[in-house]
């Protein structure tokens, strides 16, 4: 399996609140993201409303066959019934991995529910992931949406219907989060450097093109080299940084 190779699992939801817009612009952001998979990413859709379901038994291969597939179902799709996002959630989370995956769910929703600390605590809880969200809609729960973010290492983009592009847009957003993310579970060995008062104290994934960006103070002169440790896919990598 190539560095860098990704399991994503689209997470729709398909309750009666999201009917219209909000569905119709999940189910174009997500077609258009299967068109950008790498050729070694593996997929799946899990759906959920009152109950919940997946359109393949376990993660596909990007096959021309599977994304057809994909896409067929996402045509079909139609909003209905109540929201029980953690069923879903855990559903998804229980399947078998492929360490040598990076694991990224990403989730559609407008966040009507009345459970977000239960699912806050799944995405906190399972740090080998990576959780993304699309909030989609004119009164998304951002609560909800942020925290997804948050507690799970990842990112969130809201769409709005005023956006005539927002299908574009998103799906060029969600490209940009999840490509090509070069160390994960980052840990900064300083080596011996006498620094205090780190900032941020948690270092963030590093995707392709972006900086990592550290704040110290140093209590006097010093010099040296620190190390930046973290996975690439299923192996371990370091990269020192000389420090003046």
Same mark, same amino acid.
């Given at each position: /399996?190539?560095?860098?190779?990704? #399991? &994503? /699992?689209?997470?729709m939801? #398909?309750? %009666?609140s999201m009917h *219209? /817009?909000? &569905?119709? @612009?999940? +189910?174009?952001v997500v077609s258009k993201s299967l068109d950008t998979l790498r050729p070694d990413d593996i997929f799946n859709i899990v759906y959920f409303a009152g109950s919940n379901g997946q359109v393949?038994? +376990?993660?596909?291969a990007n096959t021309p066959e599977n994304i057809s597939k994909a896409k067929a179902f996402l045509k079909q799709q139609q909003a209905g019934g109540g929201t029980e996002m953690v069923a879903g959630m855990e559903r998804a989370l229980k399947a078998e991995?492929?360490?040598?995956? &990076?694991q990224m769910y990403t989730f559609f929703t407008d966040g009507f529910i009345g459970n977000e600390a239960d699912i806050h605590r799944l995405?906190?809880?399972?740090?080998? @992931?990576r959780f993304f969200a699309f909030g989609l809609g004119s009164s998304v729960n951002r609560h909800l949406i942020d925290g997804i973010g948050e507690y799970g290492r990842g990112k969130v983009h809201y769409c709005f219907p005023r956006d005539a592009k927002m299908g574009d847009r998103a799906a060029a957003t969600f490209y940009d989060m999840i490509d090509s993310p070069v160390l994960c579970d980052i840990d900064i060995d300083w080596n011996g450097l006498p620094v205090e008062? #780190?900032?941020p104290n948690k270092v963030h994934d590093l995707f @392709?093109?972006? !900086?990592?960006?550290?704040? #110290?103070?140093?209590? *006097? !002169?010093?010099? %040296?080299?620190?190390? /930046?440790?973290? !996975?690439? %896919?299923?192996?371990?990598g370091t990269s020192p940084g000389p420090v003046k």
């Open positions: /399996i190539p560095e860098n190779s990704a #399991v &994503l /699992i689209y997470m939801d #398909v309750s %009666g *219209g /817009i909000p &569905l119709d @612009a999940s +189910k174009e393949f038994d +376990k993660p596909a991995h492929n360490p040598a995956y &990076l995405a906190k809880a399972h740090t080998e @992931a008062d #780190v900032y @392709a093109g972006q !900086p990592i960006q550290l704040c #110290v103070r140093y209590p *006097g !002169p010093a010099e %040296g080299t620190l190390y /930046i440790n973290g !996975p690439r %896919g299923a192996r371990q």
